[in-house]
């Protein structure tokens, strides 16, 4: 052994599973000479029995990795603030502890690198004055680390909350997509939101750590990777050395889902597969236009559906996914739509449909997991981005890597009618459009796997620098 790579992610099941996909190419490229230890915050936020399970099976199966469980804290729920504000808590209160088992680990062996997720930053300054490498593994793309790094300036330009400037568009360089003010990540839009300080904190130190790991990969995002690489732009806005190793993604593990029967019996590229994230739920009116849509586009579809939201509070602590399906539905719709259609409750295994050969597009909420997924199966998409920075990465789908079609989100509420879901769903997957996303999408999966293919491959290298 060389010696030990510590890695410190943020409390959410997808910010764990990032990293540890990143553990498992560390181990394996460098054929065991490291080891990893993953330290884990806890509290209500990452001790859902999945997280468990989850951490539980890669510990046996991955003798390499070890979990190093942090005291569980609980955080008070009241006064009623984002979900983001509450994570960034448990997040802050972690750290003294995270820093000492870090030091802990640093005099039983060496400590070749700390790789931290972009809202554990509070542990930079610290780490370092430790003497110990320390890098971010962004878990979102080389645009929107851009915006990131951005942030801080673009902050210091306004003097009101995001979300009432309707009208402000920023222009980034480098030929990134226009971004307006309202469509910033949530904990941004408001100032007066505890985690939108905390956000900019994160921005402004990022360019303090020793180089940004990256999932995404050269050809998916050139301009954005130019740009990060931009001496001059890295001087302005401070850039650390990036490495663009993706795409990194979970393979979703090796259970059956009785969807995957379902998609056997379908025709070849048939099949839109509808899925919004780990969190995306829509409300019962919302659920019920989109089956209308659904219905009127005459194609075949795979919906996984989530239990509509009761109100704020339950959405953020809820975890049962228990609700009555036929009565969210329009009635009869499942009845009616059995022939062509499937709707499922909660949870499928995404990748493993994204790979089946019967699905031909995919409707999604633009979260970078599910975008790399289908970059990766060669899925053209249709966008409607829901939270935290999916609409960074819708118009990045849309306007630059053109494999999305978006669904218009002008209404003042974010409805979208079941004409506009109609709508979207034909040009998808009947329209010249549709046939030319269908093409990119092709293109861009040899790319993703000429970045790992060989020698010369972009991720492999920026990896080798790295
Ligand atoms: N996951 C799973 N089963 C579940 C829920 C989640 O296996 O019932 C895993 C899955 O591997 C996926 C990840 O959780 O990659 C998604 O995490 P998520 O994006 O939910 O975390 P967030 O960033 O929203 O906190
Ligand atoms: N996922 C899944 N099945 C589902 C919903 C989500 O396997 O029914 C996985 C998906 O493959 C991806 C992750 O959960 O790996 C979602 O991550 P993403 O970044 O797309 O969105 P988030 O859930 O963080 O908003």
């Known amino acids: 052994m060389q010696g030990t790579i510590v890695l410190y992610p943020s409390p959410g099941m997808g910010h764990i599973v990032s990293m540890v996909e990143l553990g498992k190419l560390i181990l394996h490229h460098y054929n065991n000479h490291f080891s990893i230890t993953i330290l884990l915050i806890n509290g209500e936020f990452s001790s859902s029995p999945t997280i468990i399970s989850y951490v539980d099976t890669i510990s046996k199966t991955y003798p390499s990795i070890s979990f190093h469980p942090l005291t569980p804290h609980s955080i008070d729920i009241f006064p009623p603030r984002s979900y983001l504000a509450m994570a960034f808590e448990l997040i802050r209160v972690s750290t003294l502890e995270a820093i000492q088992s870090l030091a802990e680990i640093s005099k039983r062996s060496k400590v070749s690198a700390f790789i931290i997720d972009y809202f554990c930053t509070y542990a930079l300054s610290e780490a370092k004055d430790l003497n110990i490498p320390t890098y971010y ?12 790094l951005n942030f801080p300036k673009i902050c210091k330009q306004h003097t009101k909350s995001f979300k009432d400037l309707p009208d402000t568009v920023f222009h980034f360089p480098g030929g990134l997509p226009d971004l307006r003010a ?4 949530d904990p941004l839009l408001d100032r007066d939101d505890p985690a939108y300080l905390e956000m900019v904190y994160f921005s402004s130190h990022m360019p303090k750590a020793d180089g940004i790991i990256v999932n995404t990969f050269d050809d998916l995002e050139p301009k954005a990777v130019r740009l990060l690489t931009d ?19 979970a393979d979703g593990g090796d259970f059956h889902h009785e969807c995957l029967s379902w998609l056997d019996r379908q025709p070849s590229k048939s099949v839109v597969f509808m899925c919004f994230g780990s969190r995306g739920s829509f409300s019962k009116k919302q659920v019920k236009e989109i089956a ?7 194609q075949r579809f795979l919906w996984v559906v989530k239990k509509p939201p009761l109100d704020e509070v339950s959405k953020q602590t809820d975890h049962t996914n228990e609700f009555d399906l036929e009565e969210t539905m329009p009635q009869g719709f499942l009845e009616r739509i059995q022939d062509r259609g499937k709707v499922v409750k909660s949870w499928v295994p995404q990748m493993k449909v994204l790979s089946h050969e019967s699905v031909g597009g995919f409707m999604t909420h633009c979260g970078w997991n599910s975008v790399l997924e289908a970059v990766v199966a060669g899925v053209p998409l249709v966008a409607w981005p829901l939270y935290a920075e999916q609409h960074l990465n819708r118009n990045l789908l849309v306007e ?7 669904v218009d989100q002008s209404d003042e509420d974010g409805f979208v009618s079941g004409d506009e879901v109609e709508k979207r769903v034909r040009e998808l997957m009947e329209s010249e459009k549709g046939r030319q996303l269908k093409e990119k999408s092709r293109k861009l999966k040899e790319s993703a796997f000429a970045a790992w293919g060989d020698e010369s491959g972009s991720s492999l290298r920026a990896f080798d620098v790295l």
């Open 137 to 148: 593994f962004s878990t979102s793309g080389a645009g929107v680390l851009a915006t990131f």
């Open 231 to 249: 001496e001059e732009w890295a001087r302005d806005v401070k850039v650390p050395p990036i490495y663009p190793i993706g795409p990194l993604i």
């Open 400 to 406: 630059y890597m053109e494999m999305a079609i978006p």
């Open 292 to 298: 209308k849509g659904l219905e009127m586009s005459g």
């Open 182 to 185: 309202i469509n910033m990540p």
